[in-house]
């Protein structure tokens, strides 16, 4: 196991993503730090260091990554994109300095196909991990299913739920991607890894109608077609069928959820 002792930091340690990543790391008794720009709070786990910095201003970056044997970059500000590539600048300059022997990645599928210009951010961020100068590791993810519950909650508020036309999804479960970018963390740099994808592709229609029946909400369901340049949806390059890895459907996760 790579650097096993030092701490593996995990930027983003407090979002979906993160809290799931620091947990699995957790109980595969690695020590983990995590980067926020909150203070520890009361519900922190007793095991996990603090580091109080921020990506953009690279204040506190210098402390979080001293000594670790790991970055994991889960933090991301995706209502401003262009954060996130000031960000990546800051964590791989940080990460330079302090000699950090693996960065490891979180991205998304597709990001090179479908025009928005948060893709087009991870797509740089992906460029700066490569070109930074640190062994580096890559791994692109499928939607998760708390991100397309919280998308089919907003359009099923109404007493009839829009839905896309002829857009699909493949969402995965944050746990089991955590999993395996635990793994990763530990591991040797891989560069670009295998895309992690949910089990199973379903139309926006039979994910609203999963979501319905499985959060107990009668409506009615329309499909309507995506607006401007998000059509490209329509094509599936966001989709991964062939690294369908994940197990927990969204089905089986909404019922868990409850
Ligand atoms: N959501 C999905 O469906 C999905 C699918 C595939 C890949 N991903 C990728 O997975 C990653 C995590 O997504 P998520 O949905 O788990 O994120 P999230 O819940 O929105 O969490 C975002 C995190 O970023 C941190 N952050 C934001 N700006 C920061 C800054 N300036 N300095 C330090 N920390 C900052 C926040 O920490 P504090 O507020 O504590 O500072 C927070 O923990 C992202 O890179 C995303 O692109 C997401």
Redesign the pocket.
């Known amino acids: 196991m790579a650097n096993e002792g030092r701490p593996v930091l995990v930027?983003?340690?407090?979002?979906?993503?993160?809290r799931a990543l620091v947990t699995t790391l957790l109980e595969d008794g690695r020590a983990v730090r995590v980067?926020?720009?909150?203070p520890r709070p009361a519900s922190a786990a007793p095991a996990v260091e603090w580091a109080v910095?921020?990506?953009?201003t690279g204040e506190g970056l210098a402390a979080a990554t001293d000594g670790v044997g790991a970055v994991v970059h889960?933090?991301?500000?995706?209502r401003r994109p262009a954060?996130d590539v000031e960000?990546a600048v800051q964590l791989t300059l940080a990460a330079r300095a302090a000699q950090v022997p693996h960065l490891v990645y979180?991205?998304?599928v597709g990001i090179e196909t479908v025009p928005t210009q948060y893709y087009a951010a991870?797509l740089r961020v992906e460029e700066l991990v490569e070109d930074s100068g640190i062994p580096w590791t890559v791994l692109r993810?499928?939607?998760?299913h708390?991100?397309v519950a919280f998308l089919l909650d907003a359009l099923s508020r109404t007493p009839v739920a829009f839905v896309p036309r002829g857009v699909s999804d493949q969402p995965v479960d944050v746990h089991e991607v955590a999993q395996r970018l635990a793994a990763l963390s530990t591991g040797a740099p891989a560069g670009r890894v295998e895309d992690m994808g949910g089990p199973q592709v379903l139309t926006a229609m039979e994910l609203m109608r999963t979501y319905l029946a499985g959060t107990g909400r009668r409506r009615w369901v329309w499909t309507v077609p995506l607006p401007g340049r998000i059509r490209a949806f329509r094509a599936g390059g966001h989709l991964t069928p062939e690294h369908a890895t994940g197990r927990l459907t969204f089905a089986e996760w909404l019922q868990g959820r409850r």
């Open positions: 930027t983003g340690g407090t979002g979906t993503l993160g980067l926020s720009r909150q910095g921020d990506l953009l889960c933090a991301s500000n995706p954060e960000a979180i991205s998304i991870k993810a499928t939607q998760f708390d991100f």
